[in-house]
């Protein structure tokens, strides 16, 4: 007999394992049984992206990467760049965190060290009535690629899988972070006490352009 996501997510919680690992098909609900998941520990929105000091839970799934669109200037064809929607989450891990350069150095490990990420810093553009409009920092992301003898292509277009790899690098940044953190045996003596409540990770499905080497990299941190 077929259960529930709502019954799912309760085995996930009530399961004493420290890692368990889902296969389900596409269009199963692997999505929807992580916003299960984090409705069940957090009810009240104490997610990742929650203004609440202390986290319970913090996951990635589809949701986490559609706060990211492309733009690829389709009239110039010059200025392409990766847009990051105004959200908490994203704020929080590159502005508060300051997650940005460790961001780059995984997305550079994971692809090429000669691809860059740059992420804008706040400026002024017009609208089309000649009004001031705030870009703020941390909300546009361009990349260059080095060609050698000091050649660099700027504003690139990239692939959907080192997209997929970015904002991946992202999150696994603030784990890493999250982790080191956590290591520190007394509360006390952490920089933070944001993670100290912190019970679960949830991730949904950021592997299908990560090679079997990083698979098996990505694997040793949630058993550190």
């Known amino acids: 007999m077929s259960r529930t996501l709502t019954e799912i997510a309760q085995q996930l ?3 004493n394992k420290k890692v368990q690992l889902i296969y ?5 609900g692997k999505t929807r049984l992580s916003r299960e998941f984090k409705d069940l520990i957090a009810p009240k929105n104490n997610d990742e992206g929650a ?3 202390l986290i319970k839970v913090i996951y990635y799934n589809a949701f986490t990467e559609d706060l990211f669109y492309r733009d690829n200037d389709l009239k110039g064809g010059t200025d392409r760049k990766l847009k990051i929607q105004a959200n908490a989450y994203t704020r929080w891990v590159l502005q508060e965190q300051g997650q940005d350069r460790n961001a780059i150095a995984n997305f550079q490990r994971y692809t090429s060290d000669k691809l860059t990420p740059r992420f804008n810093e706040e400026y002024i553009i017009k609208d089309t009535a000649k009004k001031d409009i705030k870009v703020p920092a ?3 992301v361009t990349f260059s690629f080095e060609r050698g003898n000091e050649e660099r292509s700027e504003n690139v277009k990239i692939s959907k899988a080192e997209e997929s790899n970015f904002i991946w690098s992202i999150f696994y940044s603030l784990i890493e972070e999250v982790i080191s953190t956590l290591n520190i045996a007394e509360a006390s003596e952490r920089d933070t006490d944001r993670y100290n409540q912190l019970e679960y990770i949830f ?3 950021p592997v299908s352009s990560l090679d079997e080497n ?3 990299e990505r ?3 949630w058993q550190a």
Request: glycine share 4%; charged share 25%; net charge negative.
């Open 214 to 216: 990083h698979l098996i």
């Open 138 to 140: 941390f909300s546009e």
């Open 219 to 221: 694997q040793s941190i």
């Open 13 to 15: 919680k009530d399961t």
């Open 51 to 53: 203004e609440s000091n």
């Open 24 to 28: 389900a098909f596409n269009g199963s």
């Open 203 to 205: 991730v949904d499905d």
